[in-house]
């Protein structure tokens, strides 16, 4: 059976974060076209099957047990915000385009968990299981993903790929949906082979770009 965690609060930076997407109705202004930078939060779409990555606080009834990573038509969804963070403490500055090649975690905002697989079959179709693990973004090795993109950086207009540093799958939807709880929600898990079913995107979110006038910043909607 499927069972639903504890719960925890956003913290008020996040809650702020998720305020000033809903005012800016979560879209980019015209002229944000570029890169995609650390510390920014956006949401992921998977252009084969049109849904974005997704995780709540609902934990797998099988497998590892760990919360559940899925996708999800909705693009209003709160929950599917994630934060782009460096592989370790400053390999990542705030506001520097992400390499293609480049080892990122990506943390989950309202649960503070990151994007995690392992050798787990996936509950549908007996893939790697994908989860959400650890505690206020800190986790273990196995959150780690390498940005697969054509070119120096990950564009935001490009579709790329995140191959797992540990277990070398592919982050992957292929359409099987969930039944109760969470019914109509995708599953998501790694495939060992590059494919169309590995496309995402970057889409709504917070975009954090270099400043002249502050290294560390600022924040653009």
Not at 131 to 147: N, Q
Not at 178 to 183: D, E, H, M, Q
């Amino acid at each position: 059976m499927w069972s639903a965690g504890s719960g925890r609060a956003a913290g008020p930076a996040l809650l702020g974060i998720l305020l000033a997407l809903s005012l800016s109705g979560g879209r980019a202004a015209k002229s944000d076209a570029g890169l995609v930078t650390c510390g920014s939060v956006l949401k992921l779409f998977n252009t084969q099957h049109r849904v974005r990555l997704h995780s709540h606080d609902i934990k797998y009834g099988s497998g590892s047990g760990q919360q559940s990573v899925t996708g999800v038509e909705a693009s209003d969804d709160a929950n599917s915000y994630w934060r782009i963070r460096g592989g370790t403490e400053g390999e990542c500055p705030r506001g520097s385009p992400v390499r293609c090649g480049q080892a990122v975690r990506l943390t989950h905002v309202l649960t503070g968990k990151n994007l995690h697989t392992h050798h787990f079959p996936s509950p549908l179709t007996n893939n790697q299981e994908v989860s959400a693990f650890g505690e206020d973004g800190e986790g273990d090795d196995l959150d780690l993903w390498t940005v697969r993109c054509s070119g120096q950086h990950w564009e935001r207009e490009a579709a790329v790929r995140f191959q797992h540093v540990g277990t070398s799958v592919f982050l992957s939807v292929t359409g099987e949906q969930y039944g109760s709880p969470i019914r109509g929600q995708h599953e998501v898990h790694g495939m060992a082979s590059a494919s169309a079913h590995n496309k995402w995107k970057a889409m709504e979110g917070i975009f954090i770009k270099p400043s002249p006038e502050a290294p560390g910043g600022h924040d653009e909607l």
